[in-house]
C-alpha cells in the first residue's frame, strides 16, 4: 500500500514536470509567434497607411486643382487690369508731355521772334559756389550762418543764397575763407517778392522768429492760403521768379510765409552771382557824361 502511493506520487512528480516543460516551450513558440504576427502587422499597416496617403493627397490635388486654376486666373486678370491702368495713364502723360512740349516749342519761337524785334539782350549765365554751414547763429537778435567758401574770390556781399527748394538768404559778410549769410527770416533781410499767380507785389521781411512777413502790400490784395511766394526782382539785388516759400496764414497781423527749405537744418548752401548790375550804378555812367 505504502509503495503503490509512492509510485503514484512519483508518477504525478514526472508529469507535471513533463507539462512544466511543455507549458515553457509552448511559451516560447506562442512568443516567437506574436512577435512575426506583431512585425508583419506593422510592414502592413506602415505599407496601407502610405498607399492610403498618396490616394489621399491624389485626391485632394484633384480637388484643389480647380481651385488653384481659379486663383491664378483670378491673379493673371488682375494684373492685366493693372498693365492696363498704367498704360492709360502712360499714354495720358505722354500727351500731356507732348502737348507742353509743342507749348515750350511755340514759346520758344515765340521768344526768339520777340527777341529779335526788340533788339533783346539776355542776361548773362548765373554761376555759383557750393558751401558748407559751419556754424549757426539763432537768438532774438540774429538768424544767420557761417560758411566755409575756401577763399574763393567770386563770394561777394548782396549775393543771393540757395538751398535744396529756393532762397534762404543773402551774403552779409566775406571774409578769406568764410561768409556770413543772413536768412530770410532774419530781422535785417528784406527781400522784394511777389505771389507767384496774383502777382501781387511785397517786401519779405525777417522777425527772427520761424516764419518772415510779407508787407507793403495792399489791404485788399488778395493773398490766399497757400500761394505761392517768388522773387519779384525789384531792386536789382535779387532776379525774378526764384522761389522763396509759401503762404500760411492771412490775418491782421500781416501775412506769414514759409520758406521752402527748412531753415534749422542746413548743411550745404549754394552762394549764386546773377551777374546782376548795382542798381546804383543804373545813372551813373550819364550822369558822369552830363
Same mark, same amino acid.
Given at each position: ?12 512528480? =514526472? ?5 512544466? $516543460? ?8 506562442? @512568443?516567437?509567434?506574436?512577435? !512575426? ?9 506602415? *505599407? ?8 489621399? +493627397? ?11 486654376? !481659379? ?6 486678370? /488682375?494684373?492685366?487690369?493693372?498693365? #492696363?491702368?498704367?498704360? =492709360? ?6 500727351? /500731356? ?31 555759383? %559756389?557750393?558751401? $558748407?554751414? %559751419? ?14 567758401? @575756401?577763399?574763393?574770390? +567770386? %563770394? /561777394? ?7 535744396? *527748394? ?9 571774409? #578769406? ?43 485788399? @490784395? ?9 522773387? +519779384? ?18 490775418? /491782421?497781423?500781416?501775412? $506769414? ?24 550804378? &543804373? &545813372? ?7
Amino acid at each position: 500500500m505504502v509503495k503503490r502511493e509512492r509510485d503514484t506520487f512519483l508518477h504525478i512528480n =514526472q508529469l507535471r514536470g513533463t507539462l512544466k $516543460k511543455f507549458a515553457i516551450v509552448f511559451a516560447f513558440v506562442c @512568443a516567437f509567434v506574436f512577435m !512575426l504576427l506583431n512585425k508583419s502587422e506593422n510592414t502592413l499597416i506602415e *505599407k496601407t497607411s502610405g498607399t492610403a496617403g498618396e490616394v489621399v +493627397s491624389s485626391v485632394i490635388d484633384v480637388l484643389v486643382m480647380p481651385a488653384t486654376v !481659379l486663383v491664378k486666373s483670378y491673379e493673371y486678370l /488682375r494684373s492685366l487690369r493693372k498693365i #492696363d491702368m498704367e498704360n =492709360q495713364a502712360l499714354r495720358e502723360e505722354n500727351r /500731356r508731355l507732348t502737348i507742353a512740349n509743342a507749348e515750350r516749342r511755340a514759346l520758344a519761337v515765340e521768344n526768339a521772334l520777340l527777341a529779335q524785334l526788340l533788339n533783346y539782350t539776355p542776361p548773362p549765365k548765373a554761376s555759383f %559756389v557750393t558751401a $558748407k554751414v %559751419v556754424a549757426e547763429e539763432g537768438s532774438a537778435f540774429a538768424h544767420a550762418v557761417t560758411v566755409y567758401t @575756401a577763399g574763393n574770390e +567770386s %563770394v /561777394r556781399k548782396g549775393q543771393v543764397v540757395i538751398g535744396n *527748394k529756393g532762397v534762404i538768404g543773402r551774403v552779409e559778410k566775406t571774409g #578769406d575763407n568764410y561768409a556770413k549769410i543772413f536768412l530770410v527770416n532774419d530781422i535785417n533781410s528784406k527781400i522784394p517778392v511777389m505771389t507767384e499767380k496774383s502777382r501781387v507785389r511785397g517786401v519779405l521781411s525777417g522777425e527772427n522768429s520761424l516764419l518772415p512777413k510779407m508787407i507793403f502790400i495792399p489791404l485788399d @490784395a488778395g493773398v490766399s492760403i497757400g500761394d505761392r511766394v517768388i522773387t +519779384s526782382g525789384i531792386g536789382g539785388v535779387f532776379p525774378s521768379g526764384l522761389p522763396v516759400g509759401k503762404v500760411v496764414s492771412v490775418d /491782421r497781423e500781416g501775412v $506769414k510765409v514759409k520758406p521752402f527749405d527748412n531753415l534749422n537744418n542746413l548743411e550745404y548752401v549754394q552762394i549764386v552771382d546773377y551777374k546782376l548790375p548795382d542798381p546804383a550804378s &543804373f &545813372f551813373s555812367a550819364r550822369e558822369g557824361a552830363q
